[in-house]
């Protein structure tokens, strides 16, 4: 009997204690960092950015060999395309440091949930990576371009879409877990930022595109995307972008330029913006009020007026408050009347004030938003005024 205990015992330590059984070494892994999926015919084409860990190793001098490489493979899946690739690429793509995945344009307009599947599905994608879309471009022309300074194009559009979205705010970050979020509320429409190609596409995959002091090729964001359900509709412009981000608190700094009482122009520093939105039932009317408290520091002035008195001060708050107020109007008035998408979560804001109305009317929201009654009220604060008070033009000339 002890035997048979001993026995049992040794067979259940040898099925715990099996080692890493599923262990993959590193100098077999192909390392992506960015992945993008075009629509080509009825087929999927896959690119992978494949990082060349010798050539961005801080020990080992560079061979002036290209950071990443780039693969393509083409399927009727996804998953097929990616398994295909094994047969032009010199190891298996590992995707646990995907960093940004580019949809591209026509496979956007076609509808994204089928792309997404296998990204959300798969246990070795991490749900920590950023989803752009490529405009006027497909996905595999944006990560053929190489760019400098960041060595690995996939940093780059990281850095660059964090940096714009936290400075200048025409751009927001969205990972692959908030966007399937919002492509599952039937009631509200996604946004994803997009990416274009300047310059000859077909410079860009040249190690000589890194090499100069002027770039002939180079990625630059564009704005937002709408989508309607999972289809892209439209491209909104870098103002209508900022306008989205502050009726949806996503501002955090950005720049404002205004006309000054003379001649000129005077701009201002966005420091920090707050929006509160509430919605709320009038006869079992929707309504929205939206209140934008701004803070902001005066830039720069190129015109003559005089900062030490309250009056220009009262001014510059109000021509401010003015031109966000005048963009977001217009911007809410071409969501509303041409896209009749509600990406701002107005729907959410009317299920959170009164769940028993929402119910009416839900099955009829995307009929409702377009003539949905929106107050916006924008209040401006002028806190700061740099390092001096008046511009040069003030200053008297010497004599």
Not at 7 to 34: F, P, Q
Not at 83 to 112: C, S, W
Not at 223 to 229: E, I, N, P, S
Not at 281 to 298: C, Y
């Amino acid at each position: 009997m002890a035997k048979i205990k001993v026995i049992c015992l040794l067979c259940i330590l040898t099925l715990l204690l099996s080692g890493c059984w599923s262990k993959r070494e590193l100098n077999e892994l192909a390392i992506v960092v960015a992945l993008g999926i075009d629509k080509i015919d009825e087929e999927y084409e896959i690119t992978v950015q494949i990082v060349d860990p010798s050539e961005i190793s801080m020990r080992q001098a560079s061979t002036q060999r290209s950071p990443v490489v780039s693969y393509h493979s083409r399927g009727e899946t996804i998953f097929e395309a990616i398994r295909k690739m094994t047969t032009n690429a010199a190891r298996k793509p590992y995707f646990a440091h995907l960093q940004v995945v580019v949809l591209g344009e026509d496979l956007a307009k076609e509808g994204i949930s089928d792309s997404l599947d296998l990204i959300v599905r798969d246990h070795e994608f991490r749900k920590d990576f950023d989803v752009i879309m490529s405009h006027e471009a497909t996905a595999k022309e944006v990560l053929n371009v190489l760019t400098p300074i960041e060595k690995i194009p996939a940093n780059k559009m990281l850095n660059s879409l964090d940096v714009s979205e936290k400075a200048w705010g025409a751009t927001i970050a969205v990972n692959i877990d908030e966007l399937v979020n919002t492509l599952t509320n039937k009631h509200k429409g996604a946004l994803i930022t997009a990416i274009e190609v300047h310059g000859d596409k077909k410079l860009g995959v040249d190690q000589t595109n890194v090499q100069r002091v002027k770039t002939p090729v180079l990625l630059q964001y564009a704005g937002l995307a709408v989508f309607k359900g999972d289809k892209y509709i439209g491209l909104l412009t870098e103002g209508e972008s900022k306008s989205v981000s502050f009726l949806n608190d996503k501002i955090q700094s950005t720049i404002e330029i205004i006309a000054c009482p003379k001649k000129g122009t005077l701009s201002s520093e966005i420091t920090q913006s707050t929006t509160k939105v509430k919605g709320s039932f009038d006869n079992g009317m929707p309504k929205i009020d939206v209140r934008i408290n701004v803070e902001q520091n005066i830039g720069e002035v190129e015109c003559d007026i005089d900062l030490t008195k309250n009056k220009s001060i009262d001014y510059v708050n109000k021509k401010t408050a003015k031109g966000i107020d005048e963009r977001i109007q217009k911007t809410l008035e071409k969501i509303q009347q041409q896209y009749e998408v509600d990406v701002f979560g107005f729907g959410d804001a009317l299920h959170r004030a009164d769940p028993k109305q929402w119910k009416k009317i839900k099955d009829e929201w995307a009929s409702i938003f377009p003539d949905l009654a929106v107050d916006v009220q924008v209040k401006v604060t002028t806190q700061g005024l740099g390092t001096m008070q008046n511009s040069l033009l003030n200053k008297p000339k010497e004599e």
